[in-house]
């Protein structure tokens, strides 16, 4: 038994390191579903007034999403990596299915958080029933008072009715909490089918095999990690030869000290050499051999960004 709970641990390990993206996305949806609460607690106040209620409860909805859906696209690299491939080469290398691939990786990691508020926002039904109490129509509650209109319906959310209405009140709330619920579930399962045909329209005309693409993966995350650590040291080591220069010395700690003498910076990286590695780029293969990215690229010595009689483009898009 306690063999088989420790692979158990072992496997969702593998599993969870080999899914970035997927923890980060559900760290998103996570942080999404605490500020939703906090919101509902601290900040959502329905105003209980006709004409109003509609524009804040679709408010409390909408724009919280709005907001974290631009956040999304500015975080994610993609957006930036395309803004620099239109603005040095423009998108002529780029086929439909490609472009479509890229504006489809951004929108999809953008649209975590929104959808996670959105989906939660709808399952407490508060701004649900906010905007829409004074719309239920009188005739559908039975043996509503007629002198009564949608003003009295507007203050059902915040319970400041008269004591002959407590019952229709109830009534109401629970209609329209219902009808919120409901879609918020259909919203759930709509994202989930969605999900799962791009996973699987991923997988079908991806030209890599399962083991290539889970190498590529592999390849970019250690690509990008040693990238960043190496440029960290590089930019100090660099910005400590200019310090003393100046200043005729520099004041450096141990660790610093080691790694001013075991890596010598010599000059910085030519501009046209940064544009070369900068940008949207899709599998391609040269020659029958791969690049797995623009770094790749430029240390092969491969020239040009499109396709050519010796370079085969793969339409499959880092994710």
């Not at 693409?213 to 400590?240: G, P």
């Not at 040009?304 to 898009?317: Q, Y």
Request: positive net charge; glycine residues 6%.
């Amino acid at each position: 038994m306690a063999a088989l709970i420790a692979e158990n641990f072992r496997f969702l390990s593998l599993f969870f390191k080999s899914k970035d993206v997927m923890i980060f996305n559900g760290l998103v949806a996570l942080g999404t579903v605490g500020s939703e609460e906090l919101f509902s607690v601290v900040a959502f106040n329905c105003p209980c007034s006709p004409a109003r209620n509609y524009i804040y409860g679709l408010a409390a909805i909408g724009v919280p999403a709005l907001a974290l859906f631009l956040i999304g696209v500015i975080w994610n690299n993609h957006t930036w990596n395309l803004v620099a491939e239109c603005h040095k080469r423009g998108t002529k290398n780029f086929s439909a299915a490609a472009t479509f691939l890229l504006f489809g990786s951004i929108m999809g990691r953008a649209a975590v958080a929104p959808v996670t508020w959105s989906v939660i926002s709808l399952l407490r039904g508060e701004a649900y029933i906010c905007a829409l109490s004074e719309f239920v129509k009188p005739s559908s509650l039975d043996k509503f008072p007629a002198d009564y209109g949608a003003d009295v319906l507007a203050r059902f959310p915040c319970k400041d009715v008269p004591a002959n209405l407590t019952k229709f009140r109830d009534e109401v709330t629970r209609r329209l909490r219902y009808e919120s619920q409901l879609f918020g579930w259909l919203l759930i399962g709509i994202v989930a089918v969605l999900v799962f045909l791009t996973k699987c329209l991923k997988h079908c005309c991806s030209p890599l095999s399962y083991r290539q693409e889970a190498y590529w993966a592999q390849y970019r995350s250690n690509e990008a990690k040693l990238f960043r650590r190496t440029a960290e040291v590089h930019s100090r080591i660099l910005a400590a030869k200019n310090v003393k220069q100046f200043f005729g010395f520099v004041a450096l700690d141990k660790e610093e000290k080691e790694l001013v003498q075991e890596f010598p910076v010599d000059g910085v990286q030519p501009s046209p050499q940064w544009n070369a590695i900068t940008g949207v780029y899709i599998y391609r293969e040269n020659k029958g051999f791969p690049l797995y990215s623009r770094l790749h690229k430029w240390a092969k010595g491969v020239e040009g960004n499109g396709p050519s009689p010796e370079g085969h483009e793969m339409l499959f898009l880092a994710s």
